[in-house]
C-alpha cells in the first residue's frame, strides 16, 4: 500500500470517528452536558460508575484512534503538497503533527479520568470532583477547542488549493472548517463554532480521502471546475 493510499484510509477513518462521535453524543452523552458548558460532573461520576466501558470506548475513537489515524494523513498530505509546495508543506506537517500530538494526549488525559473516577467511585462527591478537574486538563489539551485543527485544516486546505492537489469544493469546505475551529477560541461562539467545525470537518475528511485514494480530484469536483 502507497503512503497516498494509507492517507487516504486515514482520512476516511478519522471522518469515521467524529461520525461515531457525534452519534454516541446526542444518543447517550447529550443528557449529562456532554457538548454544552452545563456538564454535570456528579451525573457524569454516577455515570462512568455504572458504564465505564462506554466512555472508555467513546474516548479511544475519537481521539486514541483519530489522532493515530490523523498522524498518517499528516504525513501523507505533507508528501503530496510538497511535490510543488515544500515551503507549505513544512508548515503543514508541523501544525499537523502538533494537533495529532494534543488529541492523543487529551485521549489518554480522559481514558484515565474515567480509570480513576471508576475506582473511587464508592466516594461520589470525590469521584465528580476528580473527574472535572481532569476533564478541564483533557479541555485544555484540544477538547474543549479547535484552535489547532482549525488551523491546520485551514492551512492544509489552500496550500492543496495552491498545489493542484485540492479543488475548490474540497478547499471550500476545508477553509470554513477550519476558520470555525479558530473562532472556538471565543466563549460565545464556542459551541456553536465547535459544531460547524466538527460537521465540516466530517465533509472534509471524506473528500480528501477521496481524492487521496482515487488519485486526483474527486468526480464531483471536476464537474463543478467543468
Not at 113 to 126: L, Q, S, Y
Not at 194 to 222: C, D, H, N
Amino acid at each position: 500500500m502507497t503512503l497516498r493510499k494509507a492517507g487516504g484510509l486515514a482520512a476516511l477513518t478519522c471522518a469515521a470517528t467524529y461520525l461515531f462521535g457525534f452519534a454516541l453524543l446526542v444518543t447517550v452523552l447529550a443528557p449529562l452536558g456532554f457538548g454544552s458548558d452545563e456538564i454535570d460532573p456528579v451525573a457524569v461520576a454516577a455515570f462512568i460508575a455504572d458504564r465505564p466501558g462506554v466512555l472508555i470506548a467513546w474516548n479511544t475513537l475519537i481521539y486514541v484512534v483519530n489522532a493515530l489515524a490523523l498522524a498518517v494523513l499528516v504525513v501523507a498530505l505533507h508528501r503530496q503538497i510538497a511535490n510543488s509546495r515544500p515551503d507549505a508543506a513544512a508548515l503543514t506537517g508541523a501544525i499537523g503533527l502538533i494537533w495529532a500530538t494534543l488529541v492523543l494526549g487529551a485521549g489518554m488525559i480522559a481514558n484515565v479520568a474515567v480509570e480513576r473516577t471508576h475506582a473511587i467511585a464508592a466516594d461520589p462527591e470525590a469521584a465528580a470532583s476528580l473527574w472535572q478537574t481532569l476533564h478541564a486538563v483533557e479541555l485544555g489539551l484540544g477538547g474543549g477547542n479547535e484552535i489547532a485543527g482549525g488551523a491546520w485544516i485551514l492551512a492544509v486546505s489552500l496550500a492543496g488549493l495552491a498545489s493542484g492537489l485540492l479543488g475548490r469544493v474540497t478547499a471550500g469546505i476545508g477553509a470554513i472548517s477550519g476558520f470555525a475551529g479558530l473562532v472556538t477560541i471565543l466563549p460565545p461562539l464556542g459551541e456553536t463554532a465547535g459544531a460547524v467545525f466538527g460537521l465540516g470537518a466530517i465533509a472534509w475528511f471524506v473528500a480528501v480521502g477521496l481524492v487521496l485514494l482515487r488519485g486526483s480530484q474527486t468526480t464531483f469536483e471536476k464537474g463543478i471546475s467543468a
